[in-house]
């Protein structure tokens, strides 16, 4: 099968590292791809959201199947304009269409589909500019911290968590003056939840649905969980608390209901469903819908499936995903993401990235990172590598993962110390 990935990052590496170990593979695109995936494929350098280009790429390469990896494309539209093509409608697409995009797309529109489908969460209210004074005038009614989120996208950095209630109005005006663009035009405020985060990944044809191997990431910049939120700085699969009894909870609780929901909406979805999850207690709660596979998570879920990836978005795109069972490997995989110097806010780009061969059973995933004229590997963004050690224990793999992100090189290189060392 002729194979499509769309996407840059590390998470589109790890799955193009995935669909490559497939017996069904004949031949794999990756639009616009990094330097990693063009070991793996062919790269494309066209953009993710010029959706007429893609068509001719898909044309006349004979594509089968598209796979899309980052949520921009999906936000945007990608699904319909293929299903609304007489050319394209025949071949299938990995990835909801606009409607289904919109868990992810707007938090406003994810938290009331909870509520309509009884799918626990955090309480909240969601305020445009014009309501200002209600919005302060909700956030008094609540207790410290205070949670303020972007309705719209923002690159995992459209939430802010306060500890006061001055710091809160003052991120709320932020948000309203443009902070985050048109994603914060509408902002939701939720109760905070006390508890562990963890990342549940299922993959659906719209009527079953499967469940990926679990993980747990680390989105603040500073070790300890302090600083800014980022698009994430490491993971960790499986997750020690995640256990038979807890993740059966977060299946009926959420999963079945999940599902359950789309299909009483009428919303077409096949592909992945990212449900980032807070255990409360015992319980699992719902704290944001991702329309697609999470990152860095991604890089430690892929090489702890053993069932053939291709194979089941096959299935998927074809609705034949029940019954389906998925196998994992009894192994720990950790992430350890190496940034810029600045992240998440501006970097420097074009620094020479040196000794980053893969050592023992490590593996690098590139996502901020391009390939000279001269073949020099140098910066192109926040988030450069995830370097992911594979071993049978969490401290083993832990210390692969850090071996490689102490020997690759660049000018402003910086990682967290402490990932995974709250599960130990």
């Not at 790890?14 to 017996?23: D, E, F, N, T, Y």
């Not at 096949?270 to 819908?289: A, C, R, S």
Request: glycine share 10%; proline share 4%.
């Amino acid at each position: 099968m002729k194979v499509l990935l769309l996407g840059s990052g590390g998470r589109e590496h790890a799955l193009a590292w995935k669909i490559k170990q497939s017996p069904l593979l004949t031949q794999l695109f990756i639009a616009p791809g990094n330097p990693g995936t063009s070991t793996l494929g062919t790269n494309i350098g066209i953009s993710l959201v010029d959706f007429p280009a893609i068509k001719d790429l898909v044309l006349k390469n004979h594509i089968e199947l598209v796979v899309v990896g980052p949520e921009a494309p999906l936000i945007k539209g990608i699904h319909d304009f293929f299903l609304n093509h007489d050319q394209l409608k025949h071949i299938p697409v990995i990835g909801p269409t606009r409607e289904g995009a919109m868990l992810e797309g707007s938090k406003d529109f994810s938290k009331r589909f909870m509520m309509r489908h009884g799918i626990p969460t955090a309480q909240y209210k969601s305020f445009s500019a014009a309501q200002k004074d209600d919005a302060i005038a909700f956030l008094s009614t609540l207790k410290s911290p205070y949670v303020l989120k972007a309705d719209g996208l923002s690159e995992g950095k459209g939430v802010i968590i306060c500890n006061t209630l001055s710091e809160a109005e003052q991120s709320l005006t932020q948000f309203f003056d443009g902070k985050f663009g048109d994603a914060g035009n509408t902002v939701v405020i939720e109760e905070f939840l006390y508890g562990v985060e963890l990342s549940v990944f299922v993959l659906t044809d719209g009527k079953s649905y499967v469940i990926l191997p679990e993980a747990k990431d680390y989105k603040r910049i500073g070790e300890g969980d302090t600083g800014l939120n980022t698009g994430g700085m490491g993971a960790v699969s499986p997750v020690p608390f995640a256990d038979e009894q807890f993740m059966k909870r977060v299946e009926d609780s959420i999963v079945k209901p999940t599902i359950e929901g789309l299909q009483a909406d009428k919303i077409d979805y096949k592909g992945f469903i990212f449900i980032g999850l807070m255990k409360v207690d015992e319980d699992p709660f719902v704290i944001e819908y991702n329309a697609r596979m999470g990152d860095p998570e991604t890089q430690v879920v892929m090489p702890r499936l053993k069932s053939d990836l291709l194979d089941l978005l096959i299935k998927t795109s074809k609705q034949e995903l029940e019954g389906v069972t998925v196998e994992h490997h009894n192994n720990v995989a950790t992430a350890v993401v190496l940034v810029s110097e600045g992240y998440p806010g501006k970097c420097p780009k074009g620094k020479v990235i040196s000794d980053y061969q893969e050592v023992g059973e490590s593996i690098v995933f590139y996502a901020g990172s391009a390939s000279t004229a001269s073949n020099e590997l140098v910066t192109s963004g926040g988030r450069v590598m995830a370097c992911v050690g594979l071993s049978a224990t969490l401290s083993e793999s832990l210390t692969i993962s850090y071996k490689m992100a102490n020997q690759i090189t660049f000018d402003g290189k910086y990682f967290r110390l402490d990932i995974g060392k709250d599960l130990m």
